[in-house]
Structure formats: C-alpha cells, structure tokens
C-alpha cells in the first residue's frame, strides 16, 4: 500500500509465461484480427516483477530490465510493462512515481506470453499496492487495449478458455497443475503478425470439441488433453521454419505424450507422465541445439502462485 507521508510502496510478484493447449483460428475478422478459440495454462517459467511506488509525483515512470534481456527489447514505452504502468496511470489519475525492476527469463517472440504477461503482473501490482484495488472488469479494459494476450494474466486461475481475438476469458479448472512440462525455445523467435497472415483454414475439424476438451482437462486426464494438442498457426510457422517440426519429433521421441507449438511460436512444448523422462529429453534437446535456445524443463502453475505481495516496509532499490 501507498502509506501517508509519502513512504515508497513495493511490490513483487511473478509474471508467468503460458502455453496455447488449443487453439483454434476461425477466420479474419473486419477489424483485421482473427476471430479464435484457445486454452491457454499457465506454467512455472516466470519473470520476476518488482514495483517501486513514491506518491506525490507527476506520473514518472521509470524502468530496469535484468535477467536473459531478450535482443531488442527496451526498457521504454515499447514495452508492454510500460504500457500498462501509462494506462494505469491515464486510466486511475494516480499521481506518483512508477519504477519498474523487471527481470526476464522468459524469451520474446516464442508465444509464451512473456510481455503480455508482465503488462498483466504490473497492472495487479499496481491495483494492489496504489490500494486502489481495481474491479476486474476494470483491469480487463485496461489489459485488452495494450494486447490480446494480456487479459488471461489478470485472472487468478491457472488456465482459462479466451476467445474474440483472445481477450474475452473464461476461467477453467485445469487438473493437471503441478503435472511436468518441457518448452523448447529454439533460439529464434516467430513474429505474430506473419503467422495469422499465413494461416489457411485447416481442411478437417479436430476429432473433439471443446466440451470434452475441458472436460479431460479438468479431470487432468493427461492422455486424452496430450491428444487433443492443436494448433492452427502451427502449419504457416513450420512450413518457414522447418526445423520446428523437428523439436516437436524430438519430445515425443523423448517419451512426451503430446507436443504442440505455443501461439505463434517458436515454443513448442510437450506433456509428461514422468518427471524423469521430462529431465532426460531436455538434458538431450540442451545439448543438440544452439547456445541461443532455452529449453525449459518445469510444471503447469497452480492457480493463484502468481498473485504478487505488498511489503510497505521494503525498499526495492535500483528501479
Ligand atoms: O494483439 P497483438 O498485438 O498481440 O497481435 C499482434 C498481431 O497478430 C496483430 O496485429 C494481428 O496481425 C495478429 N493477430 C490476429 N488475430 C488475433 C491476434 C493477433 O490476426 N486474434
């Protein structure tokens, strides 16, 4: 909380990167996005978030990236994390100083939501610790005009349903949180915009719908979800990057149930029974790719690890 006499406030809270389970592209919309359907979890690969408030200023803000910077990413108004520190500050009127300390380990341009996902950690932290405590509905505004991806990290569950361009959320249980995880990054990233544009209507449906769907991922039916994996961007994305296909045969060659690409890409991730068998192939996928890939060997997150805490009594220091 913002503390009278004007004590700097601190927040720190994770930002965590997600996986598209589904997803599923319906066709182009007037306004130039796609209309699509996907289920989105969050997992254990995080940026860490630290927000240093001083009331009583004129609205600066002020940002530190540390960590695994991804090439090209700043720590100005470009970043989404910067973003949401100006809507917020538009949207409130609260008048004070923001410093943003954002470490990142979460690579850019992989589909993993790394930035949006920031946005959403600074708008929560934000809401919590100007003791504001936005409505939901509020925030969500907020996180729709900076990206598609943004509204998911404002909720409180691990896994959501998001449809429209991917900004309209509905919360689902996801049964297999805890359940282990490989994400590889192959060191490139896979840009948005041309994924959508190559995408072309995929000639049959999937086998399921999405009903059953949540339904296996409630029950935390691994099997079942691992063969539902779809991803319509994922036929433009490969057919540039042919190597993709590759790491996805290498995880199921590994002992994943099911891989699939996340978003846009590059990421692909596959589903795990054993903790082991996940250590294993991502001790062999580190050493065959480049020392410019991640590969990412963790968990689906629980619902609610990533609400962020208010210390009014620490300060951060550096932002
Ligand atoms: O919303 P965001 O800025 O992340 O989207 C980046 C680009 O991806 C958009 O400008 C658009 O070209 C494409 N996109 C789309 N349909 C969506 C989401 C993104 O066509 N549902």
Redesign the pocket.
């Known amino acids: 909380m913002v503390e009278p006499g004007g004590r700097i406030v601190c927040w720190r809270g994770h930002a965590p990167a997600k996986l598209n389970l589904t997803l599923r ?1 319906f066709g ?1 919309r007037p306004d ?5 359907e996907t289920v989105m979890a969050a997992i254990d690969w995080v940026d860490d978030i630290e927000l240093e408030l001083t009331p009583g200023g004129r609205g600066e803000i002020r940002m530190e990236l540390l960590g695994d910077v991804p090439e090209g990413l700043v720590s100005g108004p470009e970043n989404l994390a910067w973003m949401a520190a100006q809507r917020f500050l538009e949207g409130t009127g609260w008048s004070g100083a923001i410093g943003i300390r954002l470490t990142k380990r979460i690579p850019a341009g992989a589909g993993l939501g790394g930035g ?1 996902s920031d946005a959403g950690a600074v708008l929560r932290g934000l809401s919590a610790a100007t003791g504001l405590e936005l409505d939901r509905s509020v925030l969500l505004e907020m996180a729709q005009a900076i ?3 943004v509204p998911f990290f404002i909720t409180d569950n691990s896994a959501a349903v998001c449809r ?3 900004e309209l959320i509905d919360e689902c249980a996801n049964g297999l949180e805890g359940m282990p995880i490989v994400v590889v990054y192959p060191g490139f990233g896979s840009s ?2 041309a ?3 190559g995408f072309k209507k995929p000639l049959s449906p999937p086998a399921w719908n999405p009903t059953i769907f949540l339904d296996f991922l409630k029950k935390g039916s691994l099997r079942q979800v691992a063969d539902c994996l779809t991803n319509d961007l994922a036929g433009p994305v490969t057919a540039k990057f042919p190597f993709l296909e590759l790491v996805r045969k290498a995880l199921i060659e590994g002992g994943a149930l099911g891989a699939s690409m996340t978003g ?1 890409g590059s990421a692909f991730f596959g589903l795990f029974a054993d903790e082991l068998v996940a250590e294993g192939v991502s001790r062999d996928l580190r050493g065959r790719l480049g020392p410019a890939a991640r590969v990412h060997c963790g968990r689906f997150l629980d619902s609610g690890v990533w609400r962020g805490s208010c210390d009014g009594d620490h300060r951060c220091g550096g932002a």
């Open positions: 592209v182009k130039g996005y796609h209309e699509l949006s990206g598609s991806d429209g361009r991917g948005t915009r994924a959508y544009a846009s």
